[in-house]
């Protein structure tokens, strides 16, 4: 469906004078995206998940994004200071955070400007502003609140005063405590929610809290909806396709700390750092009612020190960073490599270099995690594509550390970390957990490092252990764990370390093509992307291109079987969230141009003309822009 | 079956270790290298204690003395520089049982991994940690360390070191949960020993200061001390060492010290000449982290299920709730 051909549609049914007094309107939609914002603390993004959670219940595919300002409290009123969430609604199944924003609901009018400025809303998107600032007392706030609304009015948007303010204050003192709820409840007329799912929802979320504060909630929640049941003209309805299975709805953050508990690892060691720490807090909650311990360390240096230490000890152990921490981990990270001590590192990406973009959503750390560490520190990199993948990598991860006692780096990004999306509820199975560590005595002879001569593994010695005494050290060493500078014995080391991601890549399996098998252009992406690529490709197919795509989920060690599905096709490019020089600007040609990391990555390896299309702009990238670009590079001879 | 298992036991308990037992590669350090010293009263300890080598951990960094694990039949790990103390609380985060040790030098543990050692102190985990301290920097040929005296001429410092070098007890004596602080010369064997000895028994974070020779490139550093016996103050008395009389005719610049008594400890840790030898602070109601940490629960499958699902329910959207409602529209 064709969003903005639908959402001109319908504008032209919803934009009667509420006061006519005509029947409302429904009109069954296939998706919207709709969004709440606020000022920090006016609890938006608590509307937004209610709204989620109630449309998720329902039977709808749901995706709501964070917005987040960059601030802990900026400043009210602020352009930059939106702070909500964004929550697209479909009949299907959704995979990603969509295209621009459908239906906003915003307390003040500058942070709408904010959003409108960053291109965020779609240009007739339906607006529902706050009307209390027409008749604030500060002659400034009226003046910007009426250019404001009168700008967007002649911009194209359909802009709907509501008195939330005035409304709200007939049932509680404090407007700003609550006004989220009738928020919601507006929304829940407007969409056609069941109202019985929100008042439960608002028990589940204030189950905490006095009962006083529930019925106060679900009062301006009720409020909210008679209002708009009776003021809008306009109704909506997505048909929802109910569940046939439990699902569960998280966040990737939330998923990856399931993730660790479900893998059976027992430590995790962090420091705090955007936007990982949410996991890291999840985690603090659960992980020591099985046992576990997260161990918040002095620095990033001391978590994953504190991580391999327990790692070689016996337990396979995680450490959880962001950006600036991930490269302040790459140390400790090559001793684990050297050492062959199992190891997890989840990288939750955010924009770089420096302290960059935290809140913001990148991909700009494949290669560091790929060839981060000095000299040659072969490690697996994994990146999950869903939330879904955000629990079961975790599994994988471990998994794969301790039976090739390797590190494995999962690359998750701020844009999986803060979603939220249903899926099947996992069914718990005995071999996600680790096996109790070997404590027995070694055979007499056997090596520390006695490397398997086709696929470099050796068997891993855990302290304790009668016969198996040696020390480990980050030094070349001999099979024996011997220091050791002989040329030979460094070279035999380097070998076997390397040889197990090839004894890895036997083991996997060729991703499938979404798509034909064969055609003019083959888009690849790795991580968080998946869901928008998919999306637009699916689009673009349906217009009878021949376009498909591929999606890694392992990107080190790449599984066989690419270069084939590569030739297939005419054109292939890879769509990423990182920096690709533009062979438009002037002084790039092909002999400077840098290429993504993915796309630099596939040319190196299999010697194919592999174009990319990047942007580091802190957004996701919407399945619209894939679009584009896609029906762009088809354009091309 | 039982008797065998029994017996199994009896020989396990009966076993002895000797010397020789402990004894690991050949130390390559320089002849008259203190960290000799600082190895020869460990593997004395460990045959005292009858240590079973496969249950010990040399956790050290990178330096000289951090080859120390090497010249050790045990477990090892020689990690990077600065970063032995925090592998080794991970270590004993999850293995209790084993024990652990920690060799570090001056620039590993007083620079580059100044901010671990600080909060390894205030963690106080049960583990026995050496400071060699030979006041420069060894392995990287002579560069001056932070407990470099001022003045000292290195290759980095040619005109002399320009500030005061810093002091490792009063540090850690001013960190809080400190519980165990100590300080060893290593040419004293008899008083290194006894040291070495108390701090492995104390339960919690047990450091220890060895004032460490380094002949290859400060021949001289502490003549003074080991010329004159009157500059070094032994601290004895309840709770700390026992002094034989062989000794005490050697060193008599003696003095009692309570190691309960955290004030004058301070004071004595700011005392660089005389050199205080002994035990400066010792406290055994400091928690350790890991016993704080640990839960006790069993990590048994249906443990980690049950807590897994109870989770999982939180989150969950179960079918009947949406087929069995109509929707408001
Ligand atoms: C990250 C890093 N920086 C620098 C070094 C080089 N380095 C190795 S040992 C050392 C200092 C050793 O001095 P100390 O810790 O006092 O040990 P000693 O050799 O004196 O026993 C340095 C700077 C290193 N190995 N790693
Ligand atoms: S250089 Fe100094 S510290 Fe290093 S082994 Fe030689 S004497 Fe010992
Ligand atoms: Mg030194």
């Known amino acids: ?637 | 079956m039982t008797i065998a298992a029994t017996e199994c036991l009896l020989r396990m308990y009966d076993e002895r270790y000797g010397l020789e037992d402990y004894q690991g590669g050949v130390p390559r350090w320089c002849t008259g290298c203190g960290d000799n010293a600082i190895l020869a009263a460990v593997q004395r300890l460990c045959r005292d204690e009858n240590l079973r080598p496969e249950k010990m951990v040399f956790v050290s960094g990178i330096g000289c003395s951090s080859r120390f694990p090497h010249y050790m039949k045990s477990y090892g790990f020689h990690g990077i520089h600065g970063r032995a103390l925090p592998i080794a609380e991970g270590i004993k985060m999850v293995r209790p049982d084993l024990h652990v040790f920690v060799n570090t030098g001056d620039g590993d543990c007083c620079s580059i991994g100044a901010a671990h050692w600080i909060h390894a102190i205030r963690y106080n985990m049960n583990m026995t940690v050496m400071l060699h301290d030979n006041q420069i920097y060894g392995l990287t040929k002579m560069q001056a360390s932070p407990t470099s005296p001022k003045g000292l001429k290195s290759n980095t410092t040619p005109r002399g070191a320009y500030l005061d070098g810093l002091q490792p007890l009063t540090v850690t004596l001013g960190v809080q949960n400190v519980s165990f602080v100590a300080q060893a010369v290593d040419w004293i064997p008899e008083l290194l020993y006894d040291i070495l000895s108390a701090a492995f028994h104390h339960k919690g974070f047990s450091f220890v200061r060895i004032l460490q020779r380094c002949p290859e490139w400060l021949p001289n550093l502490f003549d003074p001390w080991m010329k004159d016996p009157q500059r070094l103050l032994l601290l004895h008395g309840e709770g700390g060492l026992r002094i034989s009389p062989a000794l005490s005719k050697a060193y008599q610049n003696q003095q009692q010290h309570d190691p309960s008594d955290l004030n004058r400890a301070r004071e004595l840790a700011s005392v660089i000449d005389p050199i205080p030898v002994g035990i400066l602070y010792r406290n055994t109601d400091v928690p350790c982290y890991e016993d704080l940490r640990r839960t006790g629960q069993p990590r048994s499958h249906d443990f980690i299920k049950a807590g897994l699902e109870a989770e999982f329910d939180k989150f969950t959207v179960w079918p009947q709730e949406s087929g069995s409602r109509t929707t408001a529209a």
């Open chain 1, 1 to 637: 469906m064709n969003d903005v051909a639908l959402a001109k549609s319908l504008s032209s049914k919803v934009l009667q004078p509420r006061s006519s007094g005509r029947a409302k309107t429904l009109t069954t939609l296939n998706e919207h995206v709709v969004e709440v914002i606020s000022d920090s603390g006016e609890g938006a993004q608590r509307c937004g998940q209610s709204l989620g959670a109630i449309a998720a219940k329902m039977g709808n595919g749901v995706w709501t994004v964070e917005i987040i300002p960059a601030e802990i409290r900026p400043p009210a009123r602020s352009v930059a200071g939106a702070s909500g969430n964004c929550i697209r609604l479909g009949a299907g199944r959704v995979t990603n955070g969509g295209n621009e924003t459908d239906l906003v609901i915003a307390f003040n009018e500058q942070v709408l400007l904010g959003r409108v400025r960053s291109g965020e809303l779609k240009p007739d998107c339906i607006i529902l502003l706050e009307s209390m600032w027409r008749e604030n007392s500060d002659p400034r706030i009226v003046g910007s609140y009426v250019a404001t609304h009168d700008e967007l009015v002649s911009a194209g948007y359909r802009v709907l005063e509501i008195p939330m303010e005035h409304e709200c204050r007939k049932l509680v003192p404090d407007a700003r405590r609550g006004k989220n709820m009738f928020a919601l409840g507006v929304l829940c007329s407007i969409y056609s929610l069941d109202l019985q799912l929100a008042r439960e929802q608002i028990a589940l979320t204030f189950g905490k809290k006095a009962a006083s504060v529930i019925t106060s909630n679900v009062r301006l929640l009720e409020a909210g909806h008679e209002w708009a049941e009776a003021n809008l003209d306009f109704k909506f309805r997505i048909p929802a396709t109910p569940a046939t299975e439990p699902q569960i709805v998280i966040n990737g953050n939330t998923a990856l700390a399931l993730g660790i508990l479900a893998s059976g690892m027992e430590v995790c060691a962090m420091y705090p750092i955007t936007p990982a720490t949410s996991a890291s807090h999840y985690l603090s909650d659960v992980f020591e009612k099985v046992g576990g311990v997260v161990h918040q360390a002095e620095d990033e240096i001391g978590a994953c020190a504190f991580a391999i230490g327990a790692s070689y000890a016996g337990k396979c152990t995680v450490t959880i960073t962001s950006g600036p921490g991930y490269s302040l981990k790459q140390e400790a990270i090559g001793l684990a490599v050297m050492g062959e001590i199992p190891l997890v590192v989840v990288n939750v990406q955010r924009g770089g270099p420096s302290t960059g973009q935290p809140t913001k959503a990148e991909q700009g750390d494949l290669l560091s995690a790929m060839f981060g560490s000095h000299g040659d520190a072969p490690k697996v990199v994994i990146a999950p594509s869903t939330i879904e993948d955000c629990f079961y990598s975790m599994i994988t991860a471990r998994k794969i550390a301790e039976t090739f006692n390797m590190v494995v780096v999962v690359l998750s990004d701020a844009n999986l970390a803060t979603s939220q999306q249903p899926f099947p509820r996992p069914r718990f199975s005995e071999s996600w957990l680790a096996p109790p560590f070997d404590q027995s005595e070694l055979p007499a002879g056997l090596k520390p490092y006695q490397w398997d001569q086709t696929t470099g593994l050796a068997r891993r010695f855990v302290p304790g252990q009668p016969r198996g005494m040696h020390t480990l050290t980050g030094l070349a060493h001999d099979q024996l764990s011997h220091v050791a500078y002989d040329p030979e014995i460094n070279h035999e080391g380097i070998r076997a370390r390397s040889l197990k991601l090839a004894a890895l890549q036997k083991t996997l399996k060729t991703p499938p093509v979404f798509g034909d098998d064969s055609g003019d252009l083959l888009v690849i992406g790795w991580g968080s992307t998946r869901g928008a690529i998919e999306e637009a490709v699916e689009s673009v197919r349906a217009e009878g291109h021949k376009v498909s795509s591929l999606h890694f989920t392992i990107i080190q060690p790449l599984p066989a079987g690419i270069k084939e599905i590569l030739q297939r096709f005419t054109r292939v490019m890879t769509i990423e969230g990182n920096w690709s020089d533009d062979p438009q600007d002037e002084i790039i040609d092909e002999t400077n141009r840098r290429y993504s990391a993915l796309a630099m990555l596939l040319r190196a390896r299999y010697l194919v003309d592999v174009d990319c299309w990047s942007e580091v702009k802190g957004q996701q990238i919407r399945p619209n822009m894939v679009r584009r670009v896609l029906l762009e590079k088809l354009r091309q001879h």
